[in-house]
T-cell receptor
């Protein structure tokens, strides 16, 4: 059974701080790892990391994938109150002919002024 | 935004009644998923579909059934709703199962079983 573990489960920081969110996984036939941001509604896509793309960056957000150690981190620099959200990590695998996207429980980030 | 519409957006129903949630997409994506989201559990996969009439169970499929008779529609049915099925339900779609497996989410359906 595929498994995704995120840490910490919640985090409170001040504006301007840098945060690192962690995601470790166990999956059969790894395809990709995805990061999502969820505010009050549907999750929105941030990054996808694969065997051919193990580092991504977009503005203040960046992510790396370590396929050997089976983990990924999401970094947010110079945090803003608008970064407050739940950050979800998901792993796509295709074990036993299935096509599942398995999510972790998420990290709730609160950025206070 | 990806063209995914969930209906209804909110529903209150009584224990023991059947409930059907609909997910409609205009992207012609092959893969469709139903998740439920509960505090402390994150997003958990209920069922998914990898083509018309092709479906499979996810992690928490007990008490749920699905059908996909057309590419664009994926229905989730609670045959006899229970209070433990009170949750927020999300539909997601993705185009392929190669390296490109980005999934887009609908806006969610909040279901309350009383």
């Amino acid at each position: 059974e595929d498994k995704v573990v995120q840490s910490p489960l919640s985090l409170v920081v001040h504006e301007g701080d840098t945060v690192t969110l962690n995601c470790s996984y166990e999956v059969t036939n790894f395809r990709s790892l995805l990061w999502y941001k969820q505010e009050k509604k549907a999750p929105t896509f941030l990054f996808m990391l694969t065997s051919s793309g193990i580092e991504k960056k977009s503005g203040r957000l960046s992510s790396i994938l370590d396929k050997k150690e089976l983990f990924s981190i999401l970094n947010i620099t110079a945090t803003q109150t608008g970064d407050s959200a739940i950050y979800l990590c998901a792993v796509a695998g295709s074990g036993a002919g299935s096509y599942q996207l398995t999510f972790g429980k998420g990290t709730k980030l609160s950025v206070i002024p | 935004d990806a063209g995914i519409t969930q209906s209804p957006r909110h529903k209150v129903t009584e224990t023991g009644t059947p409930v059907t949630l609909r997910c409609h997409q205009t992207e012609n994506h092959r893969y469709m998923y139903w998740y439920r989201q509960d505090p402390g559990h994150g997003l958990r996969l209920i069922h998914y579909s990898y083509g018309v009439k092709d479906t499979d169970k996810g992690e928490v499929s007990d008490g749920y059934s699905v059908s996909r008779s057309k590419t664009e529609d994926f229905l989730l049915t609670l045959e006899s709703a229970t209070s433990s099925q009170t949750s927020v339900y999300f539909c997601a779609i993705s185009e392929s199962w190669t390296d490109y497996t980005e999934a887009f989410f609908g806006q969610g359906t909040r279901l309350t079983v009383v």
